[in-house]
């Protein structure tokens, strides 16, 4: 409330700063769908053309306590699966025969003991979605500013 508005009711909920949107049927905070079409737009510009053959980069990047063992090319074809499929499918990335993930992902019953259920994937792909972004931004601000080449001068004849 600005200054001037009537004081709110004791009891009543603040209200919420960020502005929200619903996108299907889902109430979600406007920051955060814009946030999230930024990194997979990352994602996209760094996956689309390798598929499976994409391998994750991200030194600083820490190995997840899963009871299973997940090294950075689940990660790595984690991303894969969510370009193709969307944030939070993780039974369509389960079962792509291509992405291999079929005993790296607990959803089922019958699924492999120690894997990494839907609460723990989200955890980890928004953690590594938010590392790519910032790995882009870092590697924007680093590099020489981008000049076009100075056209070479055309030897005179003799």
């Not at 905070?29 to 991200?58: F, S």
């Not at 950075?72 to 291999?100: H, P, S, T």
Request: net charge positive; with cysteine.
């Amino acid at each position: 409330a600005g200054p001037g508005a009537p004081p709110a009711e004791p009891g009543t909920p603040a209200p919420d700063k960020y502005a929200k949107v619903v996108f299907h049927g889902e109430t979600i905070h406007a920051h955060e769908l814009i946030k999230r079409c930024h990194e997979l737009h990352v994602l996209a510009d760094k996956v689309k053309d390798q598929g499976v053959r994409y391998r994750l980069n991200l030194a600083s990047l820490k190995t997840p306590q899963f009871s299973i063992r997940w090294p950075l090319q689940c990660d790595a074809m984690l991303l894969v699966g969510i370009y193709r499929y969307g944030f939070g499918n993780w039974e369509k990335i389960k079962d792509d025969k291509e992405l291999n993930m079929n005993t790296k992902i607990f959803i089922r019953e019958g699924d492999t003991l120690g894997a990494p259920d839907d609460k723990k994937l989200s955890r980890r792909a928004q953690t590594l979605l938010t590392n790519l972004s910032q790995e882009k931004s870092v590697t924007k601000k680093k590099s020489p500013s981008e000049k076009k080449p100075k056209p070479m001068k055309e030897k005179e004849s003799q």
